[in-house]
C-alpha cells in the first residue's frame, strides 16, 4: 500500500488529470464513447505522466528544495529508475497513439518531441511558457480535430497557461537557479497577467459565435473571473496563488465545453 502512495506522488495526479480531463471531455464530445476515445486518453495519460516523471528525474536537485517531498528527491526513487520507467511509459504511449488516426499521431510525436525538448532544453521563461500552452493546445486537435469550436477551446485553455507557467516560474526561481536557468524577468509578470486579462475575454467567443448552447454561460463565468483575480494578484506577486485559480479555471472551462455541447 505504502508503495501504491509513493508511485501516485510520482505521476503528480493533479497535473496528469487535468491533461487527461481535456482529452476525455474532446474525445467524447468528437467521438462519443469508442475505441478512438479510448487510445487518446490512455496514450496521452500514459505521456504525461512520463513525461512528469523524466522532468522529476531531470529536475532532482532542483526539487530537493522547491519540491522535497516528491518521490525522486525523497529517495523513494533513483534517477535512473525515473528514467526507466519514463522511457518505458513513452514507449507505451507511442504504440497507444499508432493506433489513430495518422493526423492525431503526428500530433502526438510532435508533442512528444515539444514535452522533451521543455524538460531537457535551458529554454528561457517567456519561451518555455509559450511551448507549454502550445502543447495544452494541441491536446484539442490531437483530441478531437481541428475546427472553430476546437481552435477556440484550446485557445481558452492555453492562454491562461501562459500566465500561469510564467508565475510558478517565479516560484521556483530558486530551484531553477541550481540548474543554470535564469529566472524570468520582472516584465514578464505583466505579460502573464495580459495572457490571463486577454483569456477573460476570449472566453465568451464560442458563446458571441453561437457554436454552444446557453449552458456554456454559467460555468465560463467562473473561467473568466478567475482568469481576471489571477491576473491581478500576479501583478500584486502573489505567485502562488496560480495553484488554486488556476485549478477552478480548468475545471469550470472543461465544465463549460461539456456543457456548451449538449
Avoid at 524538460?119 to 502550445?134: C, D, G, H, M, Q
Wanted: hydrophobic share 55%.
Amino acid at each position: 500500500m505504502r508503495d501504491l502512495k509513493v508511485f501516485a506522488k510520482l505521476v503528480r495526479p493533479r497535473h496528469t488529470a487535468q491533461i487527461t480531463g481535456i482529452v476525455i471531455v474532446i474525445s467524447v464530445m468528437n467521438h462519443g464513447l469508442s475505441p478512438p476515445t479510448l487510445f487518446a486518453v490512455i496514450s496521452s495519460l500514459l505521456l504525461s505522466v512520463a513525461i512528469f516523471i523524466f522532468d522529476d528525474a531531470h529536475d532532482v536537485e532542483a526539487d530537493r528544495i522547491v519540491h522535497p517531498e516528491r518521490p525522486i528527491p525523497k529517495g523513494s526513487f533513483t534517477v535512473h529508475q525515473g528514467y526507466l520507467i519514463s522511457a518505458i511509459l513513452m514507449f507505451a504511449a507511442a504504440l497507444t497513439a499508432s493506433r489513430l488516426e495518422l493526423s492525431q499521431f503526428a500530433i502526438f510525436l510532435t508533442s512528444t518531441v515539444i514535452a522533451v525538448a521543455i524538460v531537457f532544453l535551458k529554454i528561457k521563461s517567456t519561451l518555455r511558457a509559450s511551448l507549454i500552452a502550445l502543447l495544452i493546445w494541441t491536446l484539442f486537435p490531437f483530441a478531437g480535430s481541428l475546427d472553430l469550436k476546437n481552435i477556440l477551446f484550446g485557445s481558452i485553455v492555453a492562454l491562461p497557461h501562459v500566465g500561469g507557467s510564467i508565475a510558478k516560474d517565479f516560484v521556483h526561481s530558486r530551484g531553477d537557479a541550481i540548474q543554470g536557468l535564469e529566472s524570468p524577468p520582472d516584465w514578464s509578470r505583466y505579460l502573464a497577467s495580459v495572457a490571463l486579462f486577454l483569456s477573460s475575454g476570449i472566453v465568451w467567443l464560442p458563446a458571441t459565435l453561437n457554436l454552444v448552447t446557453w449552458l456554456y454561460i454559467p460555468p465560463i463565468m467562473f473561467t473568466s473571473i478567475s482568469c481576471v483575480i489571477l491576473g491581478a494578484e500576479i501583478l500584486r506577486e502573489n505567485y502562488r496563488k496560480a495553484y488554486i485559480y488556476g485549478g477552478i479555471g480548468m475545471f469550470s472551462s472543461l465544465t463549460a465545453f461539456l456543457l456548451g455541447s449538449l
